[in-house]
């Protein structure tokens, strides 16, 4: 026996999705002024920092786009179960 969508629990689910994407750029946001303002010279400092912006920055950057794709598709999906409903 197969068991239909809540649309309304999917639209959450997608919009929760998104919204963790968000709060990771949010978090990546604070962490990197952090470091960036951190009081520290030298070749290790701009290494660290390039590091830090580049390898983790992309990683965050994958995190959003993929979180923002996921919530679209649940919002959609919870869409088009409401018009077979309707």
Do not use: C
């Not at 689910?13 to 990197?32: K, M, P, V």
Request: net charge negative; charged share 30%.
């Amino acid at each position: 026996m197969k068991k239909g969508m809540t649309p309304e629990e999917v639209e959450q689910l997608g919009n929760q999705t998104e919204e963790a994407g968000q709060t990771a750029q949010q978090l990546f946001t604070q962490i990197q002024s952090r470091v960036t303002d951190f009081d520290w010279t030298g070749e290790d400092r701009d290494r660290y920092v390039s590091e830090f912006e580049g390898n983790l920055g992309q990683m965050v950057q994958q995190i959003v786009q993929q979180a923002t794709e996921f919530g679209e598709r649940a919002r959609r999906n919870a869409a088009e179960q409401r018009e077979a409903s309707a």
